[in-house]
């Protein structure tokens, strides 16, 4: 099972490695330099983003085979390529106005974060920009969570309370709209006007992807004969489908236009995901090619997981684990905002992500210990036929 569902993985890896050696003696960096910042930079990716597998793996779930491997496809050519390597490019080009073809000898040349006019400086320059769309992206699918209706409270007196205040229509937008206005209002008055652009263009970006995933998500585009309950199919976590909070909701197994917008959502969500990555990588080395193998080797492993706890049912045998990972997902929003202006450790944004995770999961043994009768849950709820 673990070969079968990392495989793609290790190939990864291996051609990575490859990679990553041919050019360390090419561009004069050395092989084994070269090796060991792509293995560094996987591990700080694979840290960074693991609660990202168990949010992707509640999506994940409702879609069918195919697009599963088109997730593990051309959703892998999409991180990698795109967001590791190219987004920062196009990023900088746009925010330092400078053409595609400077960027990309900039680039090349690397640079320190510190040092005005390199790659590095142009892209750290970007980052409030970067910090406010993806923490107001993150944070909009936190408030989906926390206000939406849940099968199991982890946090219970508070997780109930919030989702009493989230009977109030568009709560979830009141509140991303006042934190977006705190924040560029009080702290990141510097960049106050980019920050409301950026942080607006999140939520929106979020309401729409959403919107667009529950408007296609009809009778016409779910695998009716699998399951005959239609949209009241129950997922592995024991909540409908149709009640799901932590992403575009609809019914499980979904194909075309639906299973379209739901791919979109979880590459938009991977981008979010990835801002803080490609950030701090610049604090291991400047060099953008490393940095893109690095952090796309780290990538595969993400969604290889992501297949991992779908296929094995782990968000059904372990009913904490979704709450924990969106818990995470708020304190990493929270952290993308105050990193605006002011410098948090990736290490601790790291750490914080695992602290939640370990505790959900630490909770969801526990309460299978104390509830064996809902322990003997299906296994492998979203398998396809």
């Not at 406010?132 to 992206?137: L, N, Q, R, V």
């Not at 408030?143 to 989230?166: S, T, Y």
């Not at 909540?239 to 979109?264: C, I, M, V």
Request: net charge negative.
């Amino acid at each position: 099972m673990i070969l079968k569902t990392y495989r793609w993985s290790f190939i990864v890896t291996a051609l990575g490695l490859v990679l990553a050696a041919w050019y360390g003696l090419s561009a004069h960096l050395g092989l084994f330099q070269a090796i060991f910042l792509v293995l560094i930079l996987s591990v700080l990716e694979i840290s960074l983003s693991f609660d990202n597998a168990v949010v992707n793996a509640t999506i994940l779930e409702r879609m069918s085979d195919f697009w599963r491997k088109i997730f593990l496809s051309v959703g892998i050519i999409i991180a990698v390529f795109g967001m590791r390597l190219v987004f920062p490019i196009v990023l900088v080009s746009v925010t330092a106005g400078l053409g595609p073809v400077e960027v990309v000898r900039l680039a090349l040349e690397g640079g320190d974060p510190e040092t005005p006019g390199t790659y590095g400086y142009q892209l750290n320059q970007a980052h409030p920009t970067i910090a406010a769309f993806g923490g107001m992206f993150l944070l909009m699918l936190f408030l989906n969570f926390i206000f939406g209706e849940k099968e199991h409270h982890w946090i219970g007196p508070l997780e109930r309370a919030l989702e009493k205040v989230g009977k109030l229509e568009y709560v979830q937008v009141i509140v991303a709209g006042a934190v977006l206005l705190v924040t560029a209002e009080t702290f990141a008055t510097d960049h106050g006007r980019t920050v409301l652009a950026a942080g607006l263009a999140g939520i929106v970006t979020y309401l729409l992807v959403n919107g667009l995933g529950e408007l296609f998500n009809v009778e016409d585009h779910v695998e009716h004969s699998e399951h005959p309950e239609g949209a009241e199919h129950r997922d592995g976590a024991g909540a409908t489908a149709a009640t799901r909070p932590s992403g575009p909701s609809g019914a499980a197994r979904a194909t075309g236009k639906a299973a379209f917008f739901l791919f979109l959502y979880l590459e938009v969500l991977d981008a979010s995901f990835s801002f803080d990555g490609v950030i701090g990588a610049f604090a291991i080395t400047s060099d953008p090619v490393i940095i893109a193998i690095g952090l796309g080797v780290g990538a595969m492993y993400i969604r290889s997981m992501t297949v991992h706890l779908v296929d094995e049912g782990t968000l059904a045998q372990y009913p904490y684990l979704e709450n924990g990972a969106l818990w995470a997902i708020g304190a990493l929003a929270t952290i993308l905002l105050l990193s605006i202006e002011i410098h948090i450790p990736e290490v601790v944004t790291g750490l914080i992500g695992l602290a939640f995770i370990v505790a959900s999961l630490i909770s969801s043994i526990r309460y299978n210990r104390a509830h064996p009768e809902e322990a003997h849950v299906e296994t492998h709820p979203a398998r396809a036929g």
